[in-house]
């Protein structure tokens, strides 16, 4: 069971550790959510949370288990195009827990929030095209593409592409049914 917590600044360098530590290089393959045949490189830096967690239209939520170790991490942000959008991201398990339902519980339990908080109605996030196993677990939790694509981001101080032609997917899951009636 996860404990769920708002990220503060003092957990920044445990959370970069375990958000890169998820997608990128060798300690990812012990999961499946690995994006290091893909990307090499991180995934986020300190600075780039900090500036997350600063912000009023942001949050990070973090999952803990019963020993207080942080396993677990989602971004909320605001879609600052569309309101009533919440976009959902930087969703992370620790390589050596995942398939226990964290990212479920970290997915639901940042849904709520959204409806809580912000008053969010759609929740949309986006998953590189090629990685057709998280799409599907998205898609079994409700999300579905929209049919919109995005060219995957240039960032070479962060990452290097691995494979040509990556793109993003947008995928969209309304929240309609979290209001309470």
């Given at each position: 069971?996860?404990?769920?917590?708002?990220?503060?600044?003092?957990?920044?360098?445990?959370?970069?550790?375990?958000?890169?530590?998820?997608?990128?290089?060798?300690?990812?393959?012990?999961?499946?959510?690995?994006?290091?045949?893909?990307?090499?490189?991180?995934?986020?830096?300190?600075?780039?949370?900090?500036?997350?967690?600063?912000?009023?239209?942001?949050?990070?939520?973090?999952?803990?288990?019963?020993?207080?170790?942080?396993?677990?991490?989602?971004?909320?942000?605001?879609?600052?195009?569309?309101?009533?959008?919440?976009?959902?991201?930087?969703?992370?398990?620790?390589?050596?827990?995942?398939?226990?339902?964290?990212?479920?519980?970290?997915?639901?339990?940042?849904?709520?929030?959204?409806?809580?908080?912000?008053?969010?109605?759609?929740?949309?996030?986006?998953?590189?095209?090629?990685?057709?196993?998280?799409?599907?677990?998205?898609?079994r939790l409700g999300y579905?593409p929209t049919g919109e694509?995005?060219?995957?981001?240039?960032?070479?101080?962060?990452?290097?592409?691995?494979?040509?032609?990556?793109?993003?997917?947008?995928?969209?899951?309304?929240?309609?049914?979290?209001?309470?009636?």
């Amino acid at each position: 069971m996860l404990i769920q917590r708002l990220a503060q600044e003092s957990d920044v360098p445990v959370l970069c550790a375990l958000v890169n530590a998820a997608y990128r290089g060798e300690a990812s393959r012990a999961g499946w959510t690995t994006e290091a045949d893909l990307l090499t490189g991180v995934r986020t830096s300190e600075r780039t949370i900090q500036a997350l967690l600063a912000r009023e239209d942001a949050c990070i939520l973090i999952g803990e288990d019963a020993s207080g170790v942080m396993a677990a991490s989602l971004c909320l942000e605001q879609h600052p195009e569309e309101t009533g959008t919440v976009k959902l991201g930087m969703i992370a398990v620790s390589p050596l827990l995942q398939n226990r339902g964290y990212g479920k519980a970290m997915i639901l339990a940042a849904e709520k929030l959204a409806v809580s908080q912000w008053g969010m109605q759609r929740a949309q996030m986006m998953v590189i095209s090629l990685r057709e196993e998280l799409i599907a677990f998205y898609r079994r939790l409700g999300y579905q593409p929209t049919g919109e694509t995005l060219p995957f981001p240039h960032q070479p101080d962060m990452w290097q592409p691995q494979v040509e032609n990556m793109q993003l997917i947008i995928l969209q899951k309304s929240l309609s049914s979290l209001f309470a009636t």
